[in-house]
């Protein structure tokens, strides 16, 4: 079982930054992919970010390329979302989620979740 902790959602300008983290227990973070995704209200989850359990392999959603970047930490049992140049239509709840190995854009395909943390992005 691993759990997972979102933090670093905020209330921010448009143009502004939020650095995501989510911070994993249990000694299987490093062979962990794991992933960003987001639903905003009325909407139905999208992916934003992956990263493999090395961190070898990084995918980003066509939305938000060149503006957010998705890292990790081993040691720390922690994944990142860096989001720059943030934009109204960036609000959402976003959640990271974990599953073995390989990272994918389905979120189908991620057994543990997080509660989510809020991100709300003023005009």
């Known amino acids: 079982q691993v759990q997972l902790v979102e933090s670093g959602g905020g209330l921010v300008q448009a143009g502004g930054s939020l650095r995501l983290s989510c911070a994993a227990s249990?000694?299987?973070?490093?062979?962990?992919?794991m992933g960003w995704f987001r639903q905003a209200p009325g909407k139905e989850r999208e992916f934003v970010a992956a990263i493999s359990w090395n961190g070898g392999s990084t995918y980003v959603a066509a939305s938000v390329k060149g503006r957010f970047t998705i890292s990790r930490d081993n040691a720390k049992n922690t994944v990142y979302l860096q989001m720059n140049s943030l934009k109204p239509e960036d609000t959402a709840v976003y959640y990271c989620?974990?599953?073995?190995?390989?990272?994918?854009?389905?979120?189908?395909?991620?057994?543990?979740w997080g509660q989510g943390t809020q991100v709300t992005v003023s005009s």
């Open positions: 989620a974990s599953r073995w190995y390989q990272a994918t854009m389905d979120p189908n395909d991620y057994a543990f």
């Open positions: 249990g000694r299987t973070f490093s062979k962990q992919a």
